[in-house]
């Protein structure tokens, strides 16, 4: 339905303007929220290489639940102040670790996992969900990446 062209030898913040404005058509107009973080865990693996998940959680009293994601099966509950994820949420502030193992608290879902980044998907202040993204190699993401995934995290705050 929807075809998407993804260029591996764009620049990291073209890649990631593109898949923003790809997240942008996609979700534009729809109303349903699992629908549409489905659609963006997929495209996420579609257009960010080396991961071997990419997901949501969401921010439901003061746990993590999983959403929908593209990967292994995973943790499902994710008490707020935990892991990556949970830390991510209780401190509303991206976590961008180069090394899991060296995470105090990390949660191993995934064991092929080495490095991760979280994203807090706010609205009106407040975390609703995060972004989750895993990959196999150390040190897999940088500032770049960051700075797209935040991107995407504001634009799809009203739409999950
Ligand atoms: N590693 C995460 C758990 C979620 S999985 O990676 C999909 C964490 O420490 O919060």
Redesign the pocket.
């Known amino acids: 339905m929807h075809e998407f062209a993804v260029d591996p030898a764009l620049p990291k913040p073209a890649l990631y303007r593109e898949l923003v404005a790809a997240a942008d058509a996609l979700t534009a107009g729809e109303p349903d929220p699992v629908a549409n973080m489905a659609n963006l865990a997929a495209l996420i693996r579609e257009w960010v290489p080396d991961l071997n998940?990419a997901g949501f959680y969401r921010l439901l009293g003061d746990e993590l639940v999983l959403g929908p994601f593209s990967g292994k099966p995973?943790?499902i509950r994710?008490p707020l102040g935990q892991?990556?994820?949970?830390t991510a949420a209780a401190e509303k502030a991206t976590q961008r670790v180069a090394d899991?193992d060296a995470f105090p608290g990390?949660?191993?879902?995934?064991a092929a996992?080495r490095s991760?980044l979280v994203v807090p998907v706010l609205r009106a202040g407040e975390v609703v969900a995060v972004i989750?993204l895993?990959s196999p190699s150390p040190g897999r993401f940088d500032a770049d990446d960051q700075a797209g995934i935040e991107a995407l995290a504001e634009l799809v705050a009203a739409r999950i």
Not at 106 to 110: F, G
């Open positions: 998940w995973a943790c994710i892991g990556v994820c949970g899991v990390h949660i191993a879902c995934d996992s991760e989750d895993d």
